[in-house]
């Protein structure tokens, strides 16, 4: 019998069951656990496990460039910030929404930070999610049109339940890029979320873009429903420089 139920959970797929039920049924046993609380405790383990599986590999295809959580985002050192509003981006409702959250302010206070935080909840509850600098995404786009996959790119950029748009305005756009970056926008409005950082005012696209057509168009999409943060202060990275360098002089 052992081996049957072995086999059974195989053609399933169910194989922490299958490694396990022994000794869990063993115990049961000797603990005198009731039957419903056994088929509990061997159906906990196998999603458990799946869900472990699942959020791997979602970690695996959003390509976020690092992990960082909500709680090491330094809120005391930040005060432009509404914490409370960030953290209720925590709960995703906004994903639910089709809302896009968009983080504007200078380099270096924490823009990426953030939007990878939010990232990282969204695939722990499982939800698909896609990181990609503004620049990479025209690049992409730019090479799947010479090669005739524009469209089949476009779909892949459109399927994720949460699409992070990274430093949006650190390089002015080429000719023709702003389609591109438009046509991703637009085939997302009102269907998934967007999370969008950039160290630009949103009056300052139509110069980023190099058409104030389509920037507008662009972003009357995005800031229709929309959720707006704007970050002040002085770029983390140049505060620890120059705290190194004070400690450096002082010892």
């Not at 603990?31 to 509990?40: A, E, G, I, R, T």
């Not at 972003?219 to 770029?235: A, C, M, T, Y």
Request: net charge positive; glycine share 6%; hydrophobic share 40%.
């Amino acid at each position: 019998m052992n081996n049957r139920i072995k086999e059974y959970c195989q053609k399933l797929n169910l194989s922490v069951i299958a490694d396990q039920w022994s000794t869990l049924a063993d115990q049961a046993a000797k603990d005198n656990v009731p039957y419903s609380s056994f088929l509990f405790s061997l159906l906990e383990a196998e999603v458990i496990e799946k869900q472990a599986r699942a959020t791997k590999t979602l970690l695996k295809l959003s390509k976020l460039p690092f992990k960082k959580t909500i709680d090491e985002f330094h809120f005391d050192v930040q005060p432009s910030i509404d914490e409370r509003r960030v953290r209720e981006l925590m709960t995703l409702s906004f994903i639910k929404n089709k809302e896009n959250p968009i983080f504007l302010g200078p380099p270096g206070i924490g823009k990426t930070h953030l939007a990878v935080s939010i990232g990282l909840e969204a695939i722990s509850k499982g939800y698909k999610t896609y990181f990609i600098s503004a620049h990479d995404l025209i690049i992409q786009l730019r090479k799947a049109d010479t090669e005739g996959k524009l469209e089949k790119k476009l779909r892949s950029f459109v399927k994720p339940s949460l699409l992070i748009i990274d430093e949006m305005g650190y390089m002015k756009l080429g000719s023709g890029d702003a389609h591109f970056l438009f046509q991703v926008i637009a085939r997302r409005y009102e269907q998934g979320s967007i999370i969008l950082t950039s160290n630009k005012s949103f009056g300052e696209w139509g110069d980023i873009i190099g058409d104030s057509v389509i920037a507008t168009a662009m972003l009357d999409r995005l800031l229709h429903h929309s959720r707006i943060f704007n970050l002040k202060g002085e770029s983390y990275r140049l505060k620890e420089k120059r705290n190194k360098d004070k400690q450096q002089t002082d010892s």
